[in-house]
């Protein structure tokens, strides 16, 4: 097959997932081009089947704002035309799915036919999808759509629930390549962030307010005057402000490492004993099942897709948002029980099998053959 993916490039879920996606179906032999206006973080590798087309939008003076809409339609227009697309494949609903129905109306003028799958990841539904002035937008590109699909049960009922969706919406989970967390790791450079044996707590994000970071070093706060333990945050953004400031309050600076933003984190979670994902609300919980590909256990909230990913009492633990109380206890229960702790590990490696790439792929190789038989049929 010859694909189509529009993704945002930074460090978003939606992003990683697309372009993990279309790299392991250049691995299969498929041709999957790109489109972005940079490259995707995370499409760093080379392969004869992967194309990376990229677009800029011009500074115009009578524009407040650029049109990057217009501009992503005519390059899905031009690589559609040039490289014989039989599919186009739009992640994060706001504003690709538009884009692609745009995209789409230009080339059946031409008497092309280029069906396109959308894919809905979380915020572009529960968050900005909640405005009204995307409502009617949103909801005539998805019901245009040749086929949706969702990260997950909730984000799917939550999409049902706020838009008037006519249109089938497949659930086709997030998924990690489980051969790239099993390679062997340096542990010895556990030493280096924890000189005396302390246990490591690790969140990732891009520290938004959603993402309550300032929970998780509350529930560090209570776990480190239980057990010896340090914090390493990996991310960055809008909350690192407020972070610096409680860590400061809480007299905790010297015991947590701000790693930045890393491409990848693997290395970094292979040292880890805890993860820490206290989020308003998660679609899914990607950083949480790369975690558990890890061996390391989960301590979350219940929210969004976050309960299919983590299993309650088995893989972690699970609590409401905000109830720093409950997630430092069951941090603490875990962290002192070296038996229980072992057990928890091991469930959540095993529960991260259940996503690998070969498990998920298929099915959208499975939808991408479904409509290019529904086209064929048609022509």
Do not use: W
Not at 151 to 171: A, G, P
């Amino acid at each position: 097959m010859n694909i189509g993916m529009v993704c945002f490039p930074t460090y978003g879920g939606s992003g990683v997932v697309a372009t993990e996606l279309g790299i392991a179906l250049a691995k299969k032999g498929h041709k999957v081009h790109f489109m972005s206006y940079s490259q995707p973080f995370r499409l760093n590798i080379f392969n004869e089947n992967l194309f990376y087309h990229e677009f800029s939008v011009n500074d115009y003076p009578l524009f407040e704002y650029q049109p990057y809409e217009s501009v992503l339609a005519s390059k899905i227009v031009d690589v559609a035309m040039y490289e014989q697309l039989d599919i186009l494949h739009v992640h994060y609903a706001i504003p690709h799915a538009s884009v692609a129905y745009m995209a789409q109306q230009i080339l059946k003028s031409k008497k092309i036919n280029l069906p396109y799958v959308t894919t809905l990841h979380g915020t572009d539904i529960t968050l900005v999808g909640r405005d009204p002035a995307f409502e009617p937008v949103i909801r005539f590109s998805l019901n245009h759509s040749n086929a949706i699909t969702s990260v997950s049960e909730s984000l799917k009922m939550d999409t049902l629930k706020t838009f008037k969706i006519d249109n089938k919406i497949t659930v086709v989970p997030n998924f990690i390549n489980l051969k790239d967390y099993e390679a062997p790791r340096d542990h010895c450079i556990k030493s280096k962030y924890a000189p005396n044996g302390e246990k490591l707590l690790i969140h990732i994000s891009n520290f938004r307010k959603v993402k309550r970071v300032e929970d998780v070093l509350l529930i560090f706060d209570k776990v480190r005057k239980q057990i010896p333990a340090k914090l390493i945050l990996v991310g960055d953004g809008p909350e690192r402000p407020a972070i610096e400031a409680l860590c400061r309050q809480l007299n905790t600076c010297n015991e947590i490492i701000n790693l930045g933003k890393i491409t990848d984190p693997k290395e970094i979670l292979s040292i880890g004993d805890l993860f820490l994902l206290p989020s308003e609300t998660e679609s899914f919980g990607l950083a949480a099942l790369e975690a558990m590909a890890m061996k390391i256990p989960v301590i979350s909230t219940n929210s969004g897709g976050l309960p299919e990913v983590n299993i309650h009492g088995k893989t972690g633990f699970l609590s409401d948002v905000g109830n720093v109380e409950e997630m430092s206890a069951n941090a603490i229960r875990l962290l002192s029980d070296e038996k229980l702790l072992a057990e928890f590990k091991h469930n959540a490696f095993e529960q991260a099998r259940k996503f690998d790439v070969n498990i998920v792929l298929p099915q959208y190789e499975k939808i991408y053959n479904q409509l290019m038989q529904k086209q064929a049929q048609l022509v």
